[in-house]
């Protein structure tokens, strides 16, 4: 009897314990949606299996609280760290931004140097000069595009200061070369000139992907950080997207910017930027043109009416820059005839002498034309537009030969 009470007791005692723990158990499985079934199960039972008392629970909680404080606080401190990195990260792209030393001419022109160095330096090792010491140098000046006209002119005078200087070997005639290419490029103008009165206006020509945007961008950002106020009149109307990138430029040099509808009158466009530059009070207006017409007018007939409208206004034409792109060679200096032709040009801009090896082209265009190279481009950076310099220039060309 004894044993059957406690048989019937041990039943009681597991039936009780399997109502207390498992049936709750199914119900919160069954009730719970799955997202919160993993949840509880795989984290809230094994903490309570652990620790079977409230107090521990209690203490789990706090925990867990604590944890997200800590994570809070965490979050802070990383932002604050990231936020420092970012500002010393800006500093030293802005230094890195300015350049260390000056674009220099000798740094730049590796490709037209290359083209003269092998030429250069079999003439310099000549004991004489005799007929194949001409041939050879009126050889290498036409591959460099001097041009035909421009290197008979400059082989005829060289043959006098054989004979007057009394000159008996390639060096000493690569020497007066030297010499006479600096001379011939000194005497020019090369400063771009400001108006007594704002607004003073620079107009910049030249045939379509050339570089006329890309110049005006460059020279504005340039002329900001010299103290001037700067504005650019989106005057090539005519080739898509043109004013959206000129704005991009204006944007990232600080100027302002006047526009106008696509196709409309290039004239009228710069006149407007003319008018706000005046009415503002800014100094300079830096006037896009069109390199190339949609319409029956013809395009030099078109510039003569700009630079005409442009000078009826409150603002003074200073310079007429034609843009040349040195890759093209002689094709450039054709351009350029046919420019000046059509307006009173002031001066060139050669962009990407830095990847021609057709060097020479400076040199036709001051002998030919009589027009002063005043700007070029040596490098796609902001700061790669510099001012043309006749010695670091010839100084550049003839380095290489004295260096191997």
Do not use: C, Y
């Not at 993993?38 to 079977?52: A, C, G, L, M, Q």
């Not at 020279?219 to 991009?248: C, H, I, P």
């Not at 034609?322 to 890759?327: H, R, S």
Request: hydrophobic share 45%; charged share 25%; proline share 2%.
């Amino acid at each position: 009897m004894t044993v059957l009470i406690v048989v019937l007791v041990v039943i009681g005692v597991l039936i009780g314990f399997t109502l207390a723990f498992v049936l709750p158990r199914r119900r919160t499985s069954t009730l719970e949606p799955p997202s919160t079934r993993r949840i509880t199960t795989d984290v809230v039972e094994p903490e309570i299996r652990e620790s079977e008392t409230a107090d521990v629970v209690v203490a789990d909680v706090v925990t867990e609280a604590a944890k997200e404080v800590d994570d809070v606080v965490v979050e802070e401190v990383v932002e604050e760290v990231v936020v420092e990195e970012v500002a010393e990260d800006e500093v030293v792209v802005e230094e890195v931004a300015e350049p260390v030393a000056p674009v220099r001419f000798r740094d730049r022109l590796s490709k037209a140097r290359n083209a003269l160095s092998g030429a250069m330096g079999s003439l310099a090792g000549r004991n004489k000069i005799d007929a194949e010491t001409w041939d050879e140098l009126e050889e290498a000046l036409i591959l460099a595009d001097v041009g035909v006209a421009s290197t008979q002119e400059l082989l005829e005078t060289l043959r006098s200061r054989v004979k007057s200087d009394g000159l008996q070997n390639g060096e000493q005639l690569l020497a007066a070369l030297k010499t006479e290419l600096v001379a011939r490029l000194a005497d020019f103008d090369r400063s771009l000139h400001m108006a007594e009165t704002a607004p003073t206006v620079w107009l910049f020509v030249g045939v379509n992907g050339v570089g006329k945007t890309t110049t005006i961008g460059k020279l504005g950002a340039r002329e900001k950080n010299e103290g001037r106020s700067v504005l650019m009149a989106a005057g090539d109307t005519f080739r898509a997207a043109a004013a959206e990138q000129l704005g991009m430029w204006a944007e990232r040099s600080g100027a302002e910017i006047v526009r106008g509808a696509e196709g409309s009158d290039p004239s009228a466009v710069i006149f407007d930027g003319v008018e706000a530059a005046n009415a503002r009070g800014i100094d300079l207006v830096l006037a896009d043109t069109a390199g190339r017409l949609h319409t029956k007018t013809n395009l030099m007939d078109e510039l003569r009416k700009v630079r005409r409208v442009a000078e009826k206004g409150a603002g003074t034409v200073t310079e007429v820059l034609l843009v040349i792109d040195a890759t093209t060679g002689q094709n450039g200096l054709i351009q350029a005839k046919q420019f000046t032709e059509a307006v009173e040009l002031t001066g060139v801009v050669l962009t990407k002498l830095d990847g021609s090896a057709k060097g020479g082209i400076v040199i036709a265009i001051h002998e030919q034309l009589g027009i002063p190279v005043k700007l070029v481009g040596l490098g796609e950076g902001i700061s790669d537009l510099v001012e043309f310099n006749a010695d670091e220039f010839v100084d550049a060309l003839f380095e290489q030969r004295s260096d191997s």
